[in-house]
């Protein structure tokens, strides 16, 4: 299969130095497309600013914003079979950009966030026979109907929960659940590990007829 995979931080700037984003690594992603490639599959790695390199043998489109997330993304998906969508998307923007650096004034500033685009709904509406397989991160006791909700708000066939102590970890603990909100499977262990066991699983369960 050819898999879409989104993967690391993105960015919203508030001047030309100034950034909202937030603590991912992009590590989930990068072991993802890596245990992908292993796997004999075809990977478009999409990805906000991270450390990593990434795996041999991916073709790469790096990203900013969420806005840059969401063009190129749009663009590739028609093209692939399925979408892992890892990247940790900034969701709020400042409503300007102010160009260069702003100084201060010696009074407090006030900043107006406004919602970015959800790239993941947007690649649900135009889904046809891809799959997609979305990430939700969900840190109270109502994480499995919140991801169960995401889920449905983006039109995927699985979403894999996961918790805020994953952001930066090495390690990673995910349950995977299905759009009748039962848990069809649990891995546990190192990103890598925990890549290898999803990218298993999504080739066993979601593969397309080609
Ligand atoms: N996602 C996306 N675009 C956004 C927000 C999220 O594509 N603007 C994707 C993420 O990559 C992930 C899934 O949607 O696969 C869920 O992300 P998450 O941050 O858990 O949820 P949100 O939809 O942002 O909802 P909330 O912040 O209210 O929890």
């Not at 991801?147 to 996961?162: T, W």
């Amino acid at each position: 299969m050819r898999i879409l995979i989104t993967a690391g931080p993105t960015r919203e700037y508030l001047d030309d130095v100034r950034y909202l984003s937030n603590a991912s690594s992009g590590r989930m992603g990068y072991a993802l497309a890596e245990a992908a490639l292993a796997a004999g599959h075809e990977v478009v790695l999409v990805t906000g600013p991270v450390n990593l390199s990434p795996p041999v043998g991916c073709e790469v489109h790096s990203v900013e914003t969420t806005e840059d997330l969401l063009t190129v993304c749009d663009r590739l998906f028609p093209g692939c079979d399925g979408v892992i969508a890892t990247a940790a998307v900034c969701d709020y923007r400042p409503r300007e950009r102010f160009p260069g650096k702003l100084a201060k004034t010696g009074v407090s500033l006030e900043l107006e966030l406004v919602e970015t685009a959800d790239v993941l709904a947007a690649l649900g509406q135009q889904k046809g026979s891809r799959w997609i397989v979305g990430f939700a991160l969900e840190s109270d006791e109502y994480a499995h109907v919140n991801a169960l909700r995401k889920l449905r708000e983006k039109n995927c066939d699985v979403i894999v929960l996961n918790r805020p102590t994953a952001i930066g970890s090495a390690n990673n603990s995910v349950e995977l659940i299905d759009p009748a909100g039962r848990t069809v499977a649990q891995f546990s262990g190192s990103k890598t590990d925990v890549a290898v066991e999803l990218v298993g699983w999504i080739g066993r369960e979601l593969r397309v007829e080609s």
